[in-house]
């Protein structure tokens, strides 16, 4: 299982998600370095813990469709590979990141209006170049898509699956950054089963490494954490028992 650090970007500088309540974030304080810098902590993250594949959510993008592009074709340079959650609504999006030089592309439940536009983009742009995020909060679907509001994550999942998405995370927003153990497991569980040449990343809550060993446990193929190494929760020995 990949271990796989988060980066959340408002207002140009890396800031802690905390329940997904956005309107609290506030810039990070991380023991690795005192800047709030993108590429900062992108290099303090690849120095400490030797790695080298990042999730990045532009949340000026996700929510205000201010892309950070200049921070964004930075962090793309060199010998990283970006999944970057931009809040997809159209291939205009998908083909602007990928232009930058992102390695996968988030398509988000929370904004993608239905399963059209999710069919339009696999045919446009194929499955490995994207990444489907199931998105929950307290286990409801986040989604402004009316059909969706009231179905299972399990189903909407299903459907997408379908249309030919192959690799999928799977993150509650409440969970992220609260420390109290990822409740995705149990449906990722579910998952694994149809996609089984696809990959599963699942994240929020990731405490300690009793946490990695449940979501591995579970078949997932990687993790995003952010705070457990920014506290120091989770040690560079312990990164590289998974990214080996």
């Not at 997809?88 to 929370?110: F, I, T």
């Not at 446009?124 to 909060?137: C, M, P, R, Y």
Request: proline share 4%; with cysteine.
């Amino acid at each position: 299982m990949e271990i796989i650090p988060v980066l959340d970007i408002l207002n140009t500088v890396v800031v802690r998600g905390v329940a997904g309540q956005r309107e609290q974030y506030h810039r990070v304080n991380s023991r690795l370095t005192p800047s709030c810098d993108p590429s900062v902590i992108m290099r303090a993250f690849a120095e400490e813990f030797d790695l080298r594949r990042f999730y990045i959510a532009d949340l000026d993008a996700i929510q205000f469709q201010r892309l950070n592009r200049c921070t964004i074709a930075e962090l793309a340079r060199g010998q990283t590979s970006l999944i970057v959650d931009r809040g997809v609504r159209s291939a205009a999006d998908v083909e602007e990141l990928l232009d930058l030089g992102v390695g996968q592309v988030v398509v988000a439940l929370e904004t993608l209006d239905g399963p059209d536009i999710a069919r339009a983009l696999v045919s446009t742009f194929g499955a490995e170049q994207l990444v489907l995020s199931l998105d929950l909060k307290n286990g409801q679907p986040l989604t402004t898509n009316p059909g969706w509001s009231t179905v299972e994550p399990f189903d909407i999942a299903l459907e997408l699956i379908d249309i030919g998405l192959q690799h999928m995370i799977v993150l509650d927003l409440a969970a992220v950054g609260v420390h109290e153990g990822t409740p995705t497991i149990d449906l990722c569980r579910r998952l694994r089963s149809l996609l089984p040449d696809g990959t599963i990343i699942t994240g929020g809550g990731v405490s300690d490494c009793s946490d990695l060993r449940r979501i591995e446990a579970a078949g997932v193929d990687g993790a995003l954490v952010a705070s457990a190494l920014h506290d120091g929760r989770l040690s560079a020995e312990d990164v590289r028992t998974y990214n080996s």
